[in-house]
C-alpha cells in the first residue's frame, strides 16, 4: 500500500509541477514518519523515500538507531535542551524559530566539527499555536546567524493554518515566498504537507513534507 501511495503523491507532485511548468526534479519529498514504525519506514524507503522527518528528537533516536540507509530531517519544534542529540543524527533542522536555538545548535556543531544545515522557521499562519520568526524579524535573524561558522542557512519553512479547502492557504505560501524573494531567490522554501503540497509547489516549494498521503493514503 505504501509503495501505491507513494507512486500516487510523486504522480501529484508532477502534475503540479507541470502546471507552472516546473521541473518535478526541483521538488524533494520528506516523508514525515512520526508515529510510524521501522517496518513502516523501510516500505517507504523500499519505495524510494530516501528521507524522513520527525517531530520529536527521542523518536528520532531510535529510529536513528536502527541504522537505516536514509536522512533524517528534524521538521517539529525544536527545544534548546535537545539540541545536542539534534545535530548528532538530523540532515536538515527545518525550524530554527530564533537566534538563541541558532547558537545552541552552532556550538554543538562546531564540538562535533560539523556545518549543521537549517531552515528557518518563519511565522505566516496566525494560528496562537504554530511557532516561528514574525516576517518583520527574518532579515535581522539571517543577518545575525549568518555570522555563526557552524550553521549554514538553506532557506526558510513555513505552515500554513488548516484551511477547509487547500486553495485557501495559497496566500499564506505567497507570503514565505515574497520574504524568501525579499532576502534571497535562491534560498529553499520549505511548505506544503499531505492536506497542501501541490498548492505549495505552485507557490515555489522546493521541499513538501508528507506523511499521512504516504503512509494512509489520505488524499
Not at 521538521?75 to 536555538?101: C, M, P, Y
Not at 544545515?117 to 494560528?127: A, G, H, N, R, Y
Not at 561558522?149 to 477547509?164: D, E, F, R, S
Not at 515574497?178 to 498548492?199: P, Q
Request: charged share 30%; hydrophobic share 45%.
Amino acid at each position: 500500500m505504501i509503495k501505491d501511495n507513494v507512486q500516487e503523491v510523486r504522480r501529484r507532485i508532477e502534475a503540479a509541477c507541470l502546471r507552472v511548468k516546473r521541473d518535478p526534479a526541483t521538488v524533494k519529498l520528506v516523508a514525515v514518519s512520526k508515529n510510524r514504525s521501522i517496518e513502516e519506514i523501510k516500505e517507504a524507503r523500499l519505495a524510494g523515500i530516501l528521507e524522513f522527518g520527525e517531530n520529536r528528537v527521542q523518536e528520532a533516536l531510535s529510529k536513528y538507531d536502527a541504522g537505516l540507509s536514509v536522512k533524517w530531517h528534524m521538521v517539529g519544534h525544536l527545544q534548546t535542551n535537545k539540541v545536542k542529540e539534534a545535530v548528532k543524527i538530523f540532515h536538515l533542522i527545518h525550524s530554527v524559530d530564533s537566534e538563541r536555538l541558532a547558537r545552541e545548535i552552532d556550538k554543538e556543531a562546531l564540538n562535533l566539527n560539523k556545518i549543521q544545515d537549517i531552515l528557518l522557521e518563519v511565522k505566516i499562519s496566525p494560528e496562537a499555536t504554530k511557532f516561528g520568526l514574525k516576517p518583520e524579524e527574518v532579515h535581522m535573524a539571517i543577518k545575525a546567524i549568518q555570522g555563526l561558522k557552524n550553521i549554514k542557512i538553506l532557506g526558510l519553512m513555513g505552515i500554513a493554518p488548516l484551511v477547509a479547502h487547500q486553495e485557501e492557504a495559497r496566500q499564506y505560501f505567497k507570503i514565505l515566498k515574497g520574504i524568501r524573494d525579499s532576502v534571497d531567490a535562491g534560498m529553499i522554501l520549505s511548505m506544503g504537507m499531505t492536506d497542501d503540497f501541490e498548492i505549495a509547489i505552485e507557490e515555489g516549494s522546493g521541499l513538501i513534507r508528507v506523511g499521512r498521503a504516504i503512509f494512509e493514503g489520505v488524499i
